[in-house]
């Protein structure tokens, strides 16, 4: 072991260490039966762990309990049971017993992230522990997640002599999906004199989806592409009538948005707009079609059911130019940069029509109902919109196309509805920003959808090889 390895350790020991101290100074226990109960429950889970494919090691099951306890125990309570189920996991149900530096590490690295998730939950968020609790255990976990990976991550890059980056990508590939479904059901299990409506156990869904879909990406083999992801400079007779009718109906649209302009909120509206932007230069490039996907969309979703359709028009115009413009495969032609913003207004102006005007009296009792119906009209007019110009411009059957769009979008889809529906029951249980925690955890999303694309596009290419 190197110097600088050592240093790092023991670092992090020393970090951990006086958290824990400073934890059990202040000690506090209103309710020592509940929380005896709670620490071996968190034992238990710590010894059950996971061997997941395409990972060495395992997973355990006790961080389900350390974010439950950042929520609604003391920090003390909470990091004495992560103590013990560290020490508890690092002993029991393993093939190799571990050493003392690896059990002191093990435990400090989770004093520190959770001491940070407890400061960030207890302290800053204080109040939102009432009003969005699943919001703040997602902004919780992202963080939970991020510190740990980094910390443990560092370690094995410091020993092994390898990029600290290619260390931490290996927790997203099987970690990070299962972690996922572990957090939703810690957002939405019920605090003591708190309840959860039965419908919004269904975001569990999109994330067992993504999770069939990522092991079904161990199997996939890469067929002929399609061709370019976009319209190009050299379109058949029909596509360029296509393309010109979606132009038309997208400029009207966004000119009718602009002459009916209002804005309950422009700060809401140009935030919105900003992380929309910074969504769009967030891709991930799909093989076959050579298209892309992108954050934003998640926010187009949010704003559907709370914002007028001017500014859900504008979001959907902006975005869509800066994800073509931005560091594209190939230089975007005129074709391109016209027809994906109109394509997608006119996506969000039927979603809008559909949902805030002939739905409106049936779906707005319900946000489960309201985000299901919106992601559906916004995915299904959007990829109808873009496969028919990709069928049309490369002279491939329609049903092939969108197939090809639909395998490699619909997981993503999916989980951003999701997301657009935690942020949409936030902001109506407390206000706009605080529909913004969850944004960080959907980045990680982000990073896990497309380190797995990647891993497959490899897989792929070594087969072919």
């Given at each position: 072991m190197t110097k600088t390895a050592q240093a790092y350790i023991y670092g992090v020991i020393g970090a951990g260490g006086l958290v824990l101290a400073a934890s059990l100074a202040?000690?506090?226990s209103p309710d020592p039966l509940l929380w005896a109960i709670y620490l071996v429950l968190a034992v238990i889970a710590s010894v059950v762990k996971l061997r997941l494919p395409g990972m060495d090691g395992t997973y355990s099951l006790g961080f389900l309990f350390l974010l439950y306890g950042v929520a609604h125990f003391?920090?003390?309570?909470?990091?004495?049971?992560a103590c013990a189920g560290a020490v508890a996991g690092?002993?029991?149900?393993?093939?190799?017993?571990?050493s003392l530096i690896q059990v002191l590490f093990n435990?400090?690295?989770?004093?520190?992230?959770?001491?940070?998730?407890?400061?960030?939950?207890?302290?800053?968020?204080a109040g939102g522990l009432e009003h969005y609790l699943p919001a703040?255990?997602?902004?919780?976990?992202?963080?939970?997640?991020?510190?740990?990976?980094v910390l443990v991550s560092g370690v094995l890059s410091l020993l092994q002599g390898k990029r600290l980056a290619e260390m931490c990508s290996q927790?997203?590939?099987w970690s990070f999906p299962y972690y996922l479904i572990g957090v939703a059901v810690v957002g939405l299990f019920p605090g003591p004199g708190r309840a959860v409506s039965g419908e919004a156990w269904l975001i569990l869904l999109p994330l067992v989806y993504l999770v069939h879909f990522f092991l079904g990406l161990v199997e996939w083999h890469a067929s002929s592409p399609a061709g370019g992801d976009q319209p190009d400079a050299l379109l058949p007779r029909g596509a360029k009538v296509f393309v010109g009718v979606v132009v038309a109906a997208g400029l009207l649209l966004l000119g009718g948005a602009a002459w009916q302009w209002h804005s309950q909120s422009p700060v809401q509206f140009v935030s919105y707009l900003s992380l929309a932007v910074v969504g769009a230069t967030l891709k991930v490039r799909l093989p076959g079609v050579q298209g892309t996907l992108s954050l934003s969309f998640v926010l187009v979703l949010a704003a559907l059911p709370e914002m007028s359709f001017g500014e859900v028009a504008v979001i959907s115009t902006v975005m869509a130019v800066a994800g073509v413009l931005w560091r594209p495969a190939q230089r975007a032609?005129?074709?391109?940069?016209?027809?994906?913003?109109?394509?997608?207004?006119?996506?969000?102006?039927?979603?809008f029509l559909v949902c805030r005007v002939l739905l409106a009296p049936w779906l707005s009792h319900s946000v489960v109902?309201?985000?299901?119906?919106?992601?559906?009209?916004?995915?299904?007019?959007?990829?109808?919109?873009?496969?028919?110009?990709?069928?049309l411009s490369q002279r491939q059957p329609l049903a092939a196309v969108w197939q090809l769009c639909y395998f490699w979008s619909l997981p993503y889809y999916l989980v951003g509805a999701a997301a657009a529906g935690l942020m949409t029951a936030t902001w109506r249980a407390s206000d706009w920003p605080a529909s913004l925690l969850v944004l960080p955890l959907l980045g990680l999303v982000y990073v896990s959808y497309r380190v797995h694309v990647r891993q497959a596009v490899d897989r792929s290419g070594q087969a072919a090889a």
């Open positions: 202040n000690w506090s003391s920090l003390g309570e909470t990091l004495v049971a690092s002993l029991l149900n393993t093939r190799k017993r571990s435990t400090a690295n989770l004093m520190v992230s959770m001491g940070a998730c407890f400061y960030l939950v207890r302290v800053w968020l703040v255990i997602a902004l919780a976990a992202a963080v939970h997640f991020i510190i740990n990976t927790w997203y590939v032609t005129l074709a391109q940069v016209l027809f994906n913003p109109a394509s997608l207004t006119v996506s969000a102006a039927v979603a109902a309201e985000l299901v119906v919106a992601t559906l009209v916004l995915y299904l007019s959007n990829f109808v919109l873009l496969s028919t110009v990709l069928a």
